[in-house]
């Protein structure tokens, strides 16, 4: 095989539709800390959603990212997000939120303090010195600090699964799937590639 032949079949490979194409709402996944993006692209890259890792409190520039993101698209944007359940926890996607504003809907996921005590979550105790604490108290009752890494895996994706349905439309995501796949089956015939 040639090397034009080997770059066509290495295109034909890594060929892929927007899965997003036909959608009425533009979903994104949001999350507060960078090391479960892996996680959460294991989980849905299939869908082809968009994974926001806000890591803290986002940069300005992931902000203008995805508010450009969302204007390209077009359509209404959601953003379904999870987070640690504590004073800065509950913040930082308050902050992504206002600052972005181009949101049609955020809804928080996880973690909130009723899941805290269905899930029985093991509680640390909160940082006095935020802050944001005596806020958080006056909401919850008290100050404490729990990870959304403690919530099981399975628990967790089931949480994103159930709100992505909400908006999520199965039907226009097969018709991509499926036209993805004539198209390649086009490109494997032109590379001369054998599926």
């Known amino acids: 095989m040639g090397i034009a032949a080997e770059a066509l079949a290495a295109l034909t490979d890594q060929y892929r539709r927007d899965r997003t194409e036909g959608q009425d709402t533009s979903v994104f996944l949001g999350v507060e800390k960078a ?6 692209d294991d989980w849905f890259a299939a869908l ?18 995805v508010r450009s993101d969302v ?30 504003d181009c949101w049609a809907k955020v809804v928080r996921i996880a973690l909130d303090s009723g899941q805290v005590d269905e899930y029985g979550l093991p509680p640390a105790p909160g940082k006095a010195a935020d802050s944001r604490s005596g806020a958080f108290v006056r909401r919850h009752g008290r100050l404490v600090q729990v990870e959304l890494d403690a919530v099981p895996p399975e628990t967790l994706r089931a949480l994103y699964e159930r709100a992505i349905a909400d ?24 590379a001369g590639v054998t599926p």
């Not at 090391?35 to 959460?40: I, R």
């Not at 082809?48 to 990212?65: E, F, N, R, W």
């Not at 991509?176 to 490109?187: C, K, T």
């Open 71 to 100: 204007d390209e698209q077009g359509r209404p944007a959601v953003l379904l997000y999870a987070g640690d359940f504590d004073p800065s926890g509950e913040d930082i996607d308050r902050d992504f939120v206002a600052r972005t």
């Open 48 to 65: 082809g959603l968009p994974i926001l890792a806000l890591s803290g409190y986002a940069s300005q520039t992931l902000v203008d990212t």
């Open 167 to 190: 908006w999520w439309d199965v039907s226009a995501h097969q018709r991509i799937v499926a036209a993805e796949a004539d198209e390649r089956r086009i490109l494997e015939r032109i």
């Open 35 to 40: 090391g479960m993006v892996a996680q959460l």
